[in-house]
């Protein structure tokens, strides 16, 4: 069974930073491209970043480049989003999406809305 799990998620003052963390299970986890999502209130579903199955590619989206930095730990199976200078604008809920590496890629998670499989997500909340 295969199971996709966020954490790291918490309340943060602007200008302040986290780490969210996820964990997959039940897959090859080093065949998997993996991405970083959010959704904020009242808003779509958006990309925030990506990583290919070894690292050597990430995108990110516009507004995360320089701030958010994702990373990943093949042999501890976690996939890490950094999050620095954070801004009450990135109050959302934070999702985790694993992709087979035969049938998406990091850049194509760029357009994903469906399939792989999800974490329930984690809540970073941003103070002003």
């Known amino acids: 069974q295969v199971q996709v799990v966020e954490f790291g998620g918490g309340l943060v003052q602007a200008g302040g930073s986290l780490r969210l963390s996820c964990a997959a299970s039940?897959?090859?986890?080093?065949?998997?491209?993996i991405g970083w999502f959010r959704q904020a209130p009242g808003k779509e579903r958006e990309f925030v970043a990506s990583?290919?199955?070894?690292?050597?590619?990430?995108y990110y989206a516009d507004s995360m480049k320089g701030r958010f930095t994702i990373s990943r730990d093949n042999a501890k199976t976690t996939v890490y989003l950094q999050m620095n200078s954070l801004k009450p604008e990135d109050t959302a809920v934070y999702y985790c999406?694993?992709?087979?590496?035969?049938?998406?890629?990091?850049?194509?998670?760029?357009?994903?809305?469906?399939?792989?499989?999800w974490g329930q997500g984690t809540q970073v909340t941003v103070s002003s």
């Open positions: 039940g897959l090859t986890f080093s065949q998997l491209a």
């Open positions: 999406a694993v992709a087979s590496s035969r049938l998406s890629t990091a850049e194509s998670m760029r357009r994903m809305t469906s399939g792989g499989y």
């Open positions: 990583i290919s199955t070894s690292s050597t590619f990430t």
